[in-house]
T-cell receptor, first 109, second 118 residues
Framework: EPEVTQTPSHQVTQMGQEVILRCVPI?????FYWYRQILGQKVEFLVS????????KSEIFDDQFSVERPDGSNFTLKIRSTKLEDSAMYFC???????FGPGTRLTVL | AQKVTQAQTEISVVEKEDVTLDCVYE???????LFWYKQPPSGELVFLIR??????QNEISGRYSWNFQKSTSSFNFTITASQVVDSAVYFC???????????????FGKGTKLSVIP
C-alpha cells in the first residue's frame, strides 16, 4: 500500500536558521497539506496545495512559511527564519482519506 | 468556522473493558467528512476511519465501532474489549472547506488520551 514519507524524522536547528521539511505524497493524490502539532496539543492546519499553488492557508502560515512542489514528487515546507515557537511535529498529508506521513519533529534551539 | 469538541481529556480503563470516546462537531457545511485518528506514543497519526456527512450508517471494524448521529452532531468511537495496545491519544477531526476551494482542511479536536491498564 502506498505511503506518505517525510524527511528528516527529526531536525534540530538554531533560532533564525532556515529549514526545509520534505514530504513525498502518494502519487495519485491531487491535494496536499501541511499540519503542525505543538507538543501535547492538537493538530493544526497550516496550508493546502493544489495544482502547484496554495489553495488555502491558516493564520499560522505567515510570511515565514512557504511551500512548493519543485519536481512533481517532493512537497516541501520551508520556514525562512525559525523561532522557538516553531518547535513542533510537522505532518504532511494527501487528499482523500488524508493519510498522514510519519511527521518531522522540528526542534528550534 | 468549524469546531470539534472532545470533552474527555483522559480516560483510564482496565483491559477488556469497553470504552467510548466522544466527539461533537460544529459546521455550517452540508457536505463534510468526519475522521478518527490514533496517535500512539511514537507520534505518528494513524488513520482509523473517514465518514461523509451523507452516510449515517454505523460502522464496525473488528473491536472498533463508530456511531454517527447527525441530529446531535456527534461521531463517537467505541473500543470493545480494550487492550493495552489501544493506549494512545485519539483525535476526532472534521473535514470541510470554509472557502469552498475544493480542498478540505481538517479541524482537529484536542484529543482524548486513553490508557488501558493491564
Amino acid at each position: 500500500e502506498p505511503e506518505v514519507t517525510q524527511t528528516p524524522s527529526h531536525q534540530v536547528t538554531q533560532m533564525g536558521q532556515e529549514v526545509i521539511l520534505r514530504c513525498v505524497p502518494i502519487s495519485n493524490h491531487l491535494y496536499f497539506y501541511w499540519y503542525r502539532q505543538i507538543l501535547g496539543q492538537k493538530v493544526e492546519f497550516l496550508v493546502s496545495f493544489y495544482n502547484n499553488e496554495i489553495s488555502e492557508k491558516s493564520e499560522i502560515f505567515d510570511d515565514q512559511f512557504s511551500v512548493e512542489r519543485p519536481d512533481g514528487s517532493n512537497f516541501t515546507l520551508k520556514i525562512r527564519s525559525t523561532k522557538l515557537e516553531d518547535s513542533a511535529m510537522y505532518f504532511c498529508a494527501g487528499s482523500g482519506e488524508q493519510f498522514f506521513g510519519p511527521g518531522t519533529r522540528l526542534t528550534v534551539l | 468556522a468549524q469546531k470539534v469538541t472532545q470533552a474527555q481529556t483522559e480516560i483510564s480503563v482496565v483491559e477488556k473493558e469497553d470504552v467510548t470516546l466522544d466527539c461533537v462537531y460544529e459546521t455550517r457545511d452540508t457536505t463534510y467528512y468526519l475522521f478518527w485518528y490514533k496517535q500512539p506514543p511514537s507520534g505518528e497519526l494513524v488513520f482509523l476511519i473517514r465518514r461523509n456527512s451523507f452516510d449515517e450508517q454505523n460502522e464496525i471494524s473488528g473491536r472498533y465501532s463508530w456511531n454517527f448521529q447527525k441530529s446531535t452532531s456527534s461521531f463517537n468511537f467505541t473500543i470493545t474489549a480494550s487492550q493495552v495496545v489501544d493506549s494512545a491519544v485519539y483525535f476526532c477531526a472534521l473535514g470541510g472547506s470554509d472557502s469552498g476551494a475544493g480542498s478540505y482542511q481538517l479541524t482537529f479536536g484536542k484529543g482524548t488520551k486513553l490508557s488501558v491498564i493491564p
